[in-house]
């Protein structure tokens, strides 16, 4: 499994929770490396992503100011704070990672490899 999620769980509306997204392989052999979400009654989103050549950050206008995305390289690890939680942000969590270059990081058909997912679950 090149990608093992990791943090969610169980908070309270206004609290803060950090995901990790451990890659088994070089955090720099991705262009870009997302995470994504998904609740039984939705298809699954774009949440973030990050471009490993200039660091660009992109981020679905419903977490922008509250979701951060970032990278340890030497860890091989990407992260998502997640701060000012939301029951509507109760979701699994998916990481995603690809190689193509020049794609839209929002869409989920340009990854090719994504973990098994993290609930997390925000409790009003």
């Known amino acids: 499994v090149p990608l093992v999620e990791s943090g969610g769980g169980l908070v309270q509306a206004g609290g803060s929770l950090r995901l990790s997204c451990a890659a088994s392989?070089?955090?720099?052999?991705?262009?870009?490396m997302g995470w994504f979400r998904q609740t039984p009654e939705k298809e699954r989103e774009f949440v973030t992503a990050?471009?490993?050549?200039?660091?660009?950050?992109y981020y679905a206008d419903s977490v922008k100011g509250r979701f951060t995305i970032s990278r340890d390289d030497a860890q091989n690890t990407v992260y998502l704070q997640m701060n000012s939680l939301k029951p509507e942000d109760t979701a699994v969590y998916y990481c995603a990672a690809t190689n193509y270059a020049n794609r839209d990081y929002e869409s989920i058909s340009t990854y090719t490899y994504w973990g098994q997912g993290t609930q997390v679950t925000v409790s009003s």
């Open positions: 990050i471009r490993r050549i200039d660091g660009n950050t």
């Open positions: 392989g070089r955090t720099t052999s991705y262009v870009a």
